[in-house]
C-alpha cells in the first residue's frame, strides 16, 4: 500500500508499505477520508511522534475491508468513523469508562500507525458505524467534532448565556457550531482575518458576531455588547497566552473560562490576570480528547446522530481537498499559512462534493 511514513522529524515519506498485519480482535479500514488536524504540523515538524517510523493521521473514516476473526468479520463491507485512541482498559479512568483520560493509552497516527495511508488496523472496539446520510469527509470529522462537544459539556450552558469565542479554527468553529445545537443565541468569536468570520457565519449562525483581533480594542467590544457586564462564558481555543489573558478579562465575575487550544508556547500570564481569577471567583476548567463508551449519548454517537439529523454539519468547514497523493500540499499550507484554510481533507477518490 501507499503510505505517508514520518521516518524523523520533518521528513515525511511518501512510499509503499506492506498491509498492516492484523491481530486478534483488529480489522483493516480502506481509508476514504482523512483530515490534517492542526496538532499534525507540529507533530511532523517539531516533536515528532513516539517512534519512528510512524504514519500518522487521527482524523479519518473508510470501509472496512478485512477482520481476523469473527467480531471484526461482521464489520467487513461497513463504512466507519474510528475512535483513534485505544485505552489499556485498567487504569483507574478506563475502569470508569473515561477512556479520553487513559494513563497509557496508545493512538493511531501518533502511538500507531495512523490514516495517512491506504490501509488501517483498527481494532473493533474503536469502529463507529457511519449511517447512510453521513459522507466519509463528515466521518471524518467525528474526532474533531467531538472534541468541540466534549469541551462544551464542560461547562454549565444556560440557553442566555453570553458566550466569546477566542480562536476559530476547525474546533472554535465547531464549538460555534454545537452552540447553535444547545440553542445559545449570544455569541461573540474573536479570530485572525475575515475569512474565518464568513465560514462561522455561514455554518453555525449568521446571527452570531465576529471580530478581528487586528480590529483591536477586544475588551471594549465585549463588554459594550454585554451591557458592560462581561461575557458569561469565555472559550479559548488558540492556546496562546495573549487569548487566555482575553478570556479573563472579558468574562463577568463569578463566570466560566474553558481551555480548549493546545499552547502554542509557554503559557505564562501576569499578575494582573491571576488576580482575575480570584477577584471575578471564576471556575476554570480544561478539557480533552472526547469520550467513546460504545453508548447512545456519548461524544461520538451525539456528533453521529448531530451529522445524521444534519443539526451539525462539520463537513462545511473543509476548505481544501486534496487527492490522497497530495497530502503534502496541504501539511504546507498549514505550516506556512500561505492561504486561508479551516479543514483540509484528504480523500481517497478525490470528488467534488455538491
Ligand atoms: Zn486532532
Ligand atoms: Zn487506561
Known amino acids: ?19 498492516p498485519r492484523l491481530k486478534e480482535g483488529e480489522v483493516l479500514v480502506k481509508v476514504g477520508a482523512v483530515g490534517i488536524c492542526g496538532s499534525d504540523i507540529p507533530r511532523i515538524f517539531e516533536t515528532g511522534t513516539y517512534h519512528f517510523p510512524t504514519i500518522p493521521g487521527h482524523e479519518f473514516a473508510g470501509t472496512v475491508v478485512d ?6 468479520r461482521s464489520w467487513i463491507g461497513k463504512r466507519v468513523g474510528v475512535f483513534p485512541l485505544i485505552p489499556c482498559g485498567r487504569c483507574t479512568s478506563c475502569i470508569e469508562r473515561q477512556y479520553e483520560m487513559c494513563s497509557s493509552y496508545d493512538y493511531l497516527g501518533s502511538r500507531s500507525d495512523g490514516g495517512f495511508a491506504e490501509y488501517v488496523k483498527v481494532p473493533v472496539w474503536n469502529l463507529l458505524e457511519l449511517p447512510e446520510g453521513v459522507s466519509m469527509e463528515a466521518g471524518a470529522m467525528l474526532e474533531p467534532a467531538s472534541v468541540a462537544l466534549h469541551a462544551i459539556r464542560r461547562l454549565e450552558l444556560r440557553e442566555d448565556d ?29 479570530g485572525h482575518r475575515k475569512e474565518p468570520g464568513i465560514l462561522m457565519h455561514k455554518t453555525a449562525s449568521k446571527d452570531y458576531l465576529y471580530r478581528m483581533e487586528e480590529e483591536g480594542n477586544m475588551r471594549e467590544w465585549i463588554y459594550e455588547k454585554t451591557q458592560e457586564q462581561g461575557a458569561d462564558i469565555a472559550i479559548d481555543c488558540a492556546g496562546s497566552p495573549v487569548t487566555v ?45 472526547s469520550s467513546f463508551a460504545h453508548q447512545a449519548g456519548d461524544d461520538w454517537h451525539e456528533s453521529v446522530r448531530h451529522m445524521e439529523a444534519k443539526s451539525l454539519q462539520p463537513e462545511r468547514l473543509i476548505t481544501h481537498e486534496l487527492a490522497f497523493g497530495n497530502l503534502s500540499q496541504g501539511l504546507r499550507i498549514m505550516r506556512g499559512h500561505v492561504e486561508y484554510y479551516n479543514k483540509i481533507m484528504v480523500l481517497e477518490n478525490k470528488v467534488r462534493r455538491k
Request: charged letters at 20%.
Open 162 to 190: 453570553t458566550v466569546v469565542i477566542f480562536g476559530l479554527g476547525t474546533i472554535g468553529c465547531l464549538v460555534a457550531q454545537w452552540l447553535r445545537t444547545f440553542h445559545i443565541e449570544k455569541v461573540l468569536a474573536v
Open 1 to 19: 500500500m501507499k503510505a505517508y511514513v514520518l521516518n524523523k522529524i520533518g521528513q515525511l515519506d511518501y512510499m509503499e508499505r506492506p498491509l
Open 67 to 72: 477482520a481476523y476473526d469473527a467480531p471484526g
Open 245 to 289: 489573558a482575553n478570556c479573563l478579562e472579558c468574562v463577568r465575575p463569578g463566570g466560566q473560562v474553558l481551555l480548549v487550544g493546545n499552547p502554542q508556547g509557554e503559557m505564562a500570564f501576569s499578575k494582573d490576570s491571576y488576580w482575575k481569577i480570584l477577584r471575578k471567583q471564576l471556575r476554570l476548567a480544561g478539557t480533552w480528547n
